[in-house]
């Protein structure tokens, strides 16, 4: 039965259907063919209750966020300060895309507003400077899943939400390995650019005082990020209010760049309620979903499937590894994670994993699934700003290298869990 699902969910998927009617269909028709549609009766009920789930306004509240960075100026200014910083290493400039990504994340919250914000400002570098495209676009990529892994984080909220684990913890444990993933990042571009030295562009002049006069620039991130994850540590404001919060923030900033009108007001509440509907309508058919597959049985016979192999808890793991990553080729990652989190996560727990630990496992291979072909999302939307079009496949290309350093957090992670439980289980 759990490969037959899985089978309706990849054809439905792989016929172009919209994630969110794939979800609903799936779950109205296994609850009308095993349960007789008693299940669909509650569903006005059900939708309801899950909607109101306090937690949930975090995400538009960080969309919205990560908007006004954008419309007001903000990401352009930290980009051109970062560049003064990091340009001087080997890949110059593919190493600001990097640096600026990590920054732009741990205020934004969502790896598709890091990969377009940063892709839209760094992308009429390439020609200037002469990069190497597909490298130059591969960073765009890749830096741009740090937005669900650097918190805040939408995606650990919602696996918080999903698993009942503290969303604080999840923060916490996500920041070392965010950090090594950005310095993995920028390892495999400092290597391709010292293999290949005509792949790093022109370099671009700087000296100390111009690092030290761009750094106002950088300012205003630091600030988003310290009212936002700051009041949470210091117990002022949980993670849906040091949203609202960031917000406030976002837009006293906007107002003292003298970018505050009603027209970016405008174009920032137009794209958050478009990105904040459509997740809203994935996360809802998932959860209903997940509701159905409960009544019927499918958790606990593959716990129990899982239980009858004899596995060690290693080897499950490394299964679910692979699993995730063949899977994140197909499916998208926000329905990926709402879809098997609910039957995997069991099974992790049964095993003795720690769930803030796994938590932030889950979340690297939703960045790999984000740049992973065909389906890889960050490709798209840095495939997407390319002003004079081009191919799909230079953006894919350019991405393999960063999914080795993924790789190599991921093994980091298995075999040295205390880069990511080490920080909640000192400060709880």
Same mark, same amino acid.
């Given at each position: 039965?759990?490969?037959?699902?899985?089978?309706?969910?990849?054809?439905?998927?792989?016929?172009?259907?919209?994630?969110?009617?794939?979800?609903?269909?799936?779950?109205?028709?296994?609850?009308?063919?095993?349960?007789?549609?008693?299940?669909?009766?509650?569903? !006005?009920?059900? $939708?309801?209750?899950?909607?109101?789930?306090?937690?949930? /306004?975090?995400?538009?509240?960080?969309?919205?966020?990560?908007?006004?960075?954008?419309?007001? !100026?903000?990401?352009? %200014?930290?980009?051109?300060?970062?560049?003064?910083?990091?340009?001087?290493?080997? !890949?110059?400039?593919?190493?600001?895309?990097?640096?600026?990504? &990590?920054?732009?994340?741990?205020?934004?919250?969502?790896? /598709?507003?890091?990969?377009?914000? /940063? *892709?839209?400002?760094?992308?009429?570098?390439?020609?200037?400077?002469?990069?190497?495209?597909?490298?130059?676009? *591969?960073?765009?990529?890749?830096?741009?899943?740090?937005?669900?892994? $650097?918190?805040?984080?939408?995606?650990?909220?919602?696996?918080?939400?999903?698993?009942?684990?503290? $969303?604080?913890? #999840?923060?916490?444990?996500?920041?070392?390995?965010?950090?090594?993933? &950005?310095?993995?990042?920028?390892?495999?571009? &400092?290597?391709?650019? #010292?293999?290949?030295?005509?792949?790093?562009?022109?370099?671009?002049?700087?000296?100390?005082?111009? %690092?030290?006069?761009?750094?106002?620039?950088?300012?205003?991130?630091?600030?988003?990020?310290?009212?936002?994850?700051?009041?949470?540590?210091?117990?002022?404001?949980?993670?849906?209010?040091?949203?609202?919060?960031?917000?406030?923030? +976002?837009?006293?900033? +906007?107002?003292?760049?003298?970018?505050?009108?009603?027209?970016?007001?405008?174009?920032?509440?137009?794209? @958050?309620? %478009?990105?904040?509907?459509?997740?809203?309508?994935?996360?809802?058919?998932?959860?209903?979903?997940?509701?159905?597959?409960?009544?019927? !049985?499918?958790?606990?016979?593959?716990?129990?499937?899982?239980?009858?192999?004899?596995? @060690?808890?290693?080897?499950?793991?490394?299964?679910?590894?692979?699993?995730?990553?063949?899977?994140?080729?197909?499916?998208?990652?926000?329905?990926?994670?709402?879809?098997?989190?609910?039957?995997?996560?069991?099974?992790?727990?049964?095993?003795?994993?720690?769930? $803030?630990?796994?938590?932030?496992?889950? @979340?690297?291979?939703?960045? +790999?699934?984000?740049? @992973?072909?065909?389906?890889?999302?960050?490709?798209?939307?840095?495939?997407?700003?390319?002003?004079?079009?081009?191919?799909?496949?230079?953006?894919?290309? *350019?991405?393999?290298?960063?999914?080795?350093?993924?790789?190599?957090?991921?093994?980091?992670?298995?075999?040295?869990?205390?880069?990511?439980?080490?920080?909640?289980?000192?400060?709880?």
């Amino acid at each position: 039965m759990p490969l037959l699902i899985l089978l309706i969910l990849m054809s439905l998927i792989v016929a172009a259907v919209p994630v969110a009617a794939v979800l609903g269909i799936l779950s109205l028709s296994l609850d009308e063919i095993f349960m007789r549609g008693r299940r669909s009766l509650m569903l !006005g009920d059900f $939708v309801w209750e899950q909607s109101i789930e306090y937690i949930l /306004v975090a995400i538009p509240m960080f969309i919205l966020l990560g908007e006004i960075m954008l419309r007001a !100026g903000i990401a352009q %200014r930290m980009y051109n300060a970062v560049i003064q910083w990091l340009s001087w290493l080997p !890949g110059g400039l593919m190493h600001a895309n990097i640096g600026s990504s &990590a920054i732009f994340a741990a205020s934004s919250g969502s790896s /598709v507003a890091t990969a377009a914000t /940063v *892709g839209t400002v760094a992308y009429p570098e390439i020609e200037k400077h002469g990069y190497n495209e597909k490298l130059f676009l *591969g960073s765009l990529a890749a830096g741009g899943t740090l937005g669900i892994l $650097v918190p805040p984080s939408i995606n650990l909220i919602i696996y918080g939400l999903l698993t009942d684990t503290s $969303v604080p913890e #999840l923060y916490l444990a996500g920041i070392f390995p965010g950090l090594t993933l &950005a310095i993995l990042f920028m390892g495999v571009i &400092a290597i391709a650019c #010292l293999l290949r030295p005509g792949w790093d562009g022109e370099k671009v002049e700087t000296n100390w005082a111009m %690092r030290i006069k761009v750094l106002p620039d950088l300012l205003p991130p630091v600030l988003l990020f310290v009212a936002v994850v700051g009041s949470i540590y210091a117990g002022v404001a949980t993670p849906t209010e040091a949203a609202s919060i960031g917000v406030v923030f +976002a837009l006293i900033i +906007a107002a003292w760049n003298r970018a505050l009108t009603l027209e970016m007001l405008k174009q920032a509440f137009e794209g @958050t309620m %478009r990105s904040s509907a459509m997740i809203m309508l994935i996360i809802l058919a998932a959860v209903f979903l997940n509701f159905v597959l409960g009544f019927m !049985g499918i958790t606990q016979t593959l716990l129990e499937a899982i239980k009858d192999l004899g596995w @060690t808890p290693m080897q499950t793991m490394v299964v679910i590894i692979c699993f995730y990553l063949l899977l994140g080729m197909f499916m998208e990652t926000l329905s990926m994670m709402l879809t098997t989190i609910p039957v995997v996560f069991p099974i992790v727990m049964h095993m003795g994993f720690d769930p $803030v630990w796994f938590g932030i496992m889950i @979340t690297v291979l939703m960045e +790999a699934a984000l740049i @992973t072909p065909p389906i890889g999302i960050n490709l798209y939307v840095v495939h997407g700003i390319r002003a004079r079009g081009g191919n799909f496949n230079d953006v894919s290309i *350019g991405a393999i290298p960063f999914l080795f350093a993924m790789f190599a957090l991921i093994a980091l992670l298995l075999f040295y869990p205390n880069i990511a439980i080490w920080l909640p289980n000192q400060f709880y």
